[in-house]
């Protein structure tokens, strides 16, 4: 029997150190992208394209890395930054926007600005910096959010800057996705802006689909594996049209969702194991009934749940990492629908059942020792009923 001992490599976002049989593809975008000096003159953009599953999104992630490697040696004391966002899922210019910004702002909420603020603060916070960056933009899928407004801003960066002030420091911007979609983006982008040529990936075939699952599950194992795990994984992806992304879908769910439960085959064992509060699952749970919730009435279910333990609620910016953590575990989805105040509403869609989740408790699962907010604490099961506590003189404020 066997356990993956290094679960966050069979993760979505990982990228290998090698790309089985995308090598030359990622040195031909590194080439394109021509840092830490290219020679034409920005926007520095380039667009990867292929059929779901045929690794643009991994091609164009390691040659992002690269291009960051290659800054940091050729400048020492810099430190370049990678932003990598998936297009989809995202609720429109809107949800990408923000998404880019809460990796540069933890705690940003998007809530109630336009989409040309967003953008502003991300150009305004890259320049302010001064690092070189890498900005990724992958999973573009026809129906996903538009990036045409995004894609823009990055070209032309003085509209969203202040006034004197001009360019940014050196940023290159790629895309990954469908032929489909990302030739529609290109199309919609308008005169003036292009994403073309396009670095185009054939499909896996079974043999190179069966090396790339083969080597992640065994980096993700550390030992061999079963090849009929291989081999049902390759055969189910191939029949689908999913590739590369179906096939890794299949193991995961396989070594460590809730098939293996049943199966007894695996131990089981999550991908991320999150340092999130249980009080805090508790509320999300009771606030989505399975489905989704509204940001604020997460909020109000941890407030009551936390007092309940003798616990302060939790701020409002410390809550919100909370969701962000949940949701680079791939456990749940942040959506901006139209309504609420501002004319949008922040929800919270599950993307995986809360029995299924895999969280460690952090310190503040504990009660806090002493401090007038605790509170007392609920007696324990079988317990005798805590004596009152003694009343102090009343003081009167006048």
Do not use: C
């Amino acid at each position: 029997m066997l356990a993956a001992s290094h679960p966050e490599v069979l993760a979505l976002d990982w990228v290998p150190p090698v790309l089985p049989h995308r090598e030359a593809e990622v040195a031909d975008v590194v080439r394109r992208l021509d840092a830490p000096n290219p020679v034409a003159p920005p926007p520095w953009q380039l667009a990867v394209v292929g059929a779901p599953g045929a690794g643009s999104s991994a091609v164009v992630r390691r040659a992002a890395r690269i291009v960051a490697d290659t800054l940091r040696a050729s400048r020492p004391g810099v430190v370049p930054r990678v932003l990598a966002v998936r297009a989809a899922g995202r609720r429109g210019p809107h949800g990408a926007a923000t998404a880019l910004l809460q990796q540069l702002d933890e705690g940003f909420d998007g809530r109630g600005f336009p989409v040309s603020e967003i953008l502003a603060g991300v150009l305004r916070r890259l320049r302010r910096e001064g690092r070189p960056t890498v900005v990724v933009l992958d999973d573009v899928r026809v129906g996903g959010p538009d990036l045409a407004p995004v894609v823009k801003a990055f070209a032309a960066p003085d509209r969203f800057l202040p006034e004197g002030e001009s360019g940014l420091p050196p940023t290159w911007l790629l895309l990954a996705g469908t032929p489909e979609a990302i030739g529609g983006l290109d199309r919609a982008l308008g005169a003036g802006y292009s994403l073309r040529p396009f670095v185009p990936l054939a499909p896996y075939d079974a043999r190179e689909l069966a090396a790339i699952v083969r080597d992640r599950v065994e980096r993700a194992a550390g030992v061999g594996v079963p090849g009929d795990l291989i081999a049902a994984a390759v055969g189910r992806a191939m029949e689908e049209g999913g590739g590369a992304a179906r096939a890794l879908e299949i193991v995961r769910r396989r070594l460590l969702g809730t098939a293996l439960r049943a199966e007894g085959i695996w131990p089981p064992r999550a991908v991320f194991e999150v340092s999130v509060e249980a009080h805090v699952v508790r509320a999300i749970d009771a606030a989505a009934r399975g489905r989704a919730a509204r940001l604020s009435e997460v909020r109000r279910w941890e407030g009551q749940l936390a007092r309940e333990r003798g616990l302060r609620p939790l701020p409002a910016t410390t809550l919100w990492r909370r969701i962000v953590r949940l949701e680079q575990a791939g456990y749940v989805r942040r959506e901006i629908r139209p309504g609420g105040v501002g004319g949008t509403l922040s929800v919270l869609k599950l993307l995986q059942p809360v029995e299924e989740w895999l969280t460690v408790p952090t310190p503040t699962d504990n009660p806090r020792a002493g401090g007038p907010w605790t509170g007392p604490r609920p007696p324990s099961a079988g317990a005798p009923p805590a004596a009152p506590l003694p009343l102090g003189p009343s003081v009167r404020v006048g």
